[in-house]
């Protein structure tokens, strides 16, 4: 990422950590004055992302999510990434048919508050990463 506002973050892959991330979205907004609506957005898509790679990347050990904010003039760049599971061979990505099938509603309400959604599973299978940008008024 490349920007003057970029902040990175990374946590526990633990619930009790997500709420650090949505205070360090917090705090990056109020460097814009974002509209409070705006804000509630996305937290709410910051916390689906996190929570998806919280609930799915280590079953069966430790590990950590990094999120990261890249606030531009134009527009605020999120990414949550995680070097987990991933996604299995083959498995495909939930689109807009089964977004609300179970497991589907997070990516649902991350794709209703973002203008633009992004989601990679890394090579061999190993790691996530969703990106989501919102653009912003001038």
Same mark, same amino acid.
């Given at each position: 990422?490349?920007?003057?506002? %970029? ?41 689906? %992302? ?57 990516? %649902?309400?991350?794709? %209703? ?26």
């Amino acid at each position: 990422m490349t920007g003057d506002g %970029a902040v990175r973050l990374t946590i526990p892959a633990k619930p009790e950590y997500i709420t650090l991330g949505r205070l360090a979205l917090t705090g990056l907004s109020r460097v814009r004055e974002l509209p409070q609506e705006t804000v509630a957005d996305l937290k709410l898509a910051l916390t689906e %992302a996190c929570s998806n790679s919280v609930r799915h990347a280590y079953p069966d050990r430790d590990g950590v999510v990094e999120i990261m904010y890249d606030l531009r003039p134009d527009r605020l760049v999120i990414e949550v990434a995680d070097d987990g599971e991933g996604f299995e061979p083959g498995e495909r990505v939930p689109d807009e048919e089964d977004e609300l099938s179970e497991g589907g509603l997070g990516i %649902a309400i991350i794709r %209703a508050v973002a203008d633009e959604l992004e989601i990679e599973t890394g090579t061999g299978g190993r790691g996530s990463r969703l990106r989501f940008v919102k653009l912003l008024p001038s």
